[in-house]
């Protein structure tokens, strides 16, 4: 079975650092992939994905993710974190020709300012 | 106005009860999904419907039952509600073209079972 983690269910860091958070995906075919984002009292939005076009996408409000094959990974990077980037952050995967999502288990992103 | 609405968004309840949570959507998708949220467990796949006659259960669907009234309408019902079913639930849905597609999410309901 398709499995997503993700590294820190807690990440902090200062306005104006760099973000990084870590998503590894576990399957032998390279899957969709996708980062959504929770604000707090919402639902998910998209901010970005991949679908095998390009390995480096880039998604909304500053954020890209890069696909690495070799590591199985997916870590999601923002050069400069901004205290509105406080949220909840869900790596998903879906396999080619099933369109069912599997979540990762979440990273609450702190802004400290 | 919301594209994916849930109804309501708030609801308390005791066990034991039945109780019927409400998507609708706007999109003209054909395919519908309900999740639960649980701290640290992320999003875990209730149901899901690729139209309106065909249901699948997800990974956790023990309890749940649902009904896809129309295109645009899909309701998870707690036939017999447990304190452990206390939990953020989610509608989604997506489209049928392509692959890869995204899925839009309502706000949520958050049930508490006493």
């Known amino acids: 079975a398709q499995s997503v983690t993700q590294l820190g269910s807690h990440v902090s860091v200062s306005e104006g650092a760099l973000v990084l958070l870590r998503c590894n995906y576990s399957?032998?075919?390279?899957?969709?992939l996708f980062w959504y984002v929770q604000y707090p009292n919402q639902g998910l939005q998209l901010l970005l994905k991949?679908?095998?076009?390009?390995?480096l996408v880039k998604g909304i409000n500053g954020f890209e993710a890069e696909f690495k094959k070799s590591e199985t990974s997916f870590h999601l990077t923002k050069p400069s974190a901004h205290m509105s980037d406080a949220a909840e952050y869900f790596c998903a995967a879906a396999k080619f020709g099933n369109e069912k999502l599997t979540f990762g288990t979440g990273t609450r992103l702190t802004i400290i300012p | 106005d919301a594209d994916v609405t849930q109804t309501p968004r708030n609801r308390i309840t005791k066990t034991g009860k039945r109780i019927m949570l409400e998507c609708s959507q706007t999109?003209?998708?054909?395919?519908m999904y309900w999740y639960r949220q649980d701290p640290g467990l992320g999003l875990r796949l209730i149901y899901y419907?690729?139209?309106?006659?065909?249901?699948n259960k997800g990974e956790i669907s023990d309890g749940y039952s649902v009904s896809r009234q129309a295109q645009a309408k899909f309701s998870l019902s707690l036939e017999s509600a447990i304190p452990n079913q206390t939990a953020l639930y989610f509608c989604a849905t997506s489209d049928s073209t392509g692959f890869g597609n995204i899925q839009y999410f309502g706000a949520g309901t958050r049930l508490s079972v006493l």
């Open positions: 399957s032998s075919v390279p899957p969709y």
């Open positions: 991949y679908t095998s076009a390009a390995t």
């Open positions: 999109k003209g998708h054909d395919r």
């Open positions: 419907s690729f139209d309106v006659k065909d249901i």
